[in-house]
């Protein structure tokens, strides 16, 4: 399943709706991540949400940057479980699509599991049935968004706890997952991982993940045919109307770890990055790395 940025309740009540909700079905199952703090402009956004297409619409009570803070939303609502739960049960009166949380363990130096078990707690008796957890604490001064996802320590002890607390409600872990062979137990014991910078920087890993935990027997989709169906999807995207100029960087630019790891991927890279083909559209760029990438990775077989 894959979750939209953070979207502020206020660019969805006074800006361009379609700008920030506007998908692709391919996308599909996909959830809509929010950032707000007020029950009825979260209830007018899931709203939205729903007639969108979206298949869940989640709070974000996790991102510790100081912008956020302002706004009195992300992790700072943390402290105010009361709010977040009015907060929910808006949203969830307000649509039939399931309304979750994403949220940290703790805020700043509060390190005590009581804190996040309450904020849990709150939460469930408002409606919500899974919670996404960063296994971290959130530091609301003193880091940066970059340190608050490096710095704190990860306390995967937490949320085994909070299912062993509350078996009826879904956890999903998030935070420092990129050994692949940790995901089994992982899964034994909570009901899904997410990942944000390592499927990002090495998004293959998602087809590998696919077929080690679903146990499938058909081989890997080559990295070759993923770059086609992109030329595809490139091509309808540039060509469809729109209000607004389409890029083909809007594109590539989140394809540059599709051969993290492999063969020709500092070629790939390097072509894809190309400001004059990218700055004309050029839809080529994509086959000529290929080229790149398949004479690279010839040469080092030789």
Not at 87 to 102: E, H, L, N, W, Y
Not at 127 to 150: D, M, Q, Y
Not at 225 to 242: D, I, Q, T, W
Not at 280 to 291: C, E, G, I, S, V
Request: a negative charge; one cysteine or more.
């Amino acid at each position: 399943m894959l979750y939209t940025e953070m979207v502020t309740c206020g660019a969805l009540v006074h800006g361009d709706v379609a700008r920030h909700l506007d998908f692709s079905q391919a996308e599909h199952p996909l959830a809509l991540q929010l950032g707000g703090s007020e029950p009825a402009e979260l209830a007018h956004c899931a709203r939205l949400a729903e007639r969108w297409g979206y298949d869940e619409v989640n709070l974000n009570c996790g991102c510790p940057s100081e912008r956020v803070q302002h706004g009195a939303f992300g992790a700072c609502l943390m402290a105010e479980p009361a709010t977040v739960a009015d907060c929910v049960k808006a949203m969830r009166d307000a649509v039939s699509i399931p309304v979750t949380v994403k949220h940290r363990i703790g805020i700043d130096r509060i390190e005590d599991y009581g804190f996040v078990a309450e904020f849990v707690a709150a939460l469930a008796a408002a409606g919500c049935s899974t919670f996404i957890v960063h296994a971290r604490n959130a530091w609301l001064s003193g880091l940066s968004p970059k340190e608050n996802r490096e710095v704190p320590p990860l306390r995967y002890d937490f949320v085994y706890r909070l299912k062993q607390q509350s078996p009826e409600l879904e956890f999903v872990l998030n935070g420092g997952l990129q050994q692949r062979s940790d995901y089994p137990a992982i899964l034994a014991q909570l009901d899904g991982v997410m990942l944000g910078r390592e499927a990002y920087h090495n998004p293959y890993v998602l087809a590998e993940l696919e077929a080690s935990l679903s146990g499938a027997s058909e081989p890997l989709p080559a990295r070759a045919a993923v770059v086609a169906s992109m030329v595809e999807y490139a091509e309808r995207y540039l060509a469809e109307p729109s209000a607004r100029p389409r890029h083909l960087r809007h594109i590539v630019r989140h394809m540059l770890g599709l051969y993290h790891g492999a063969p020709g991927a500092r070629g790939w890279r390097r072509m894809l990055s190309d400001a004059d083909a990218l700055a004309h559209n050029d839809l080529d760029l994509l086959r000529r790395a290929l080229r790149i990438v398949e004479a690279e990775g010839a040469a080092l077989a030789a």
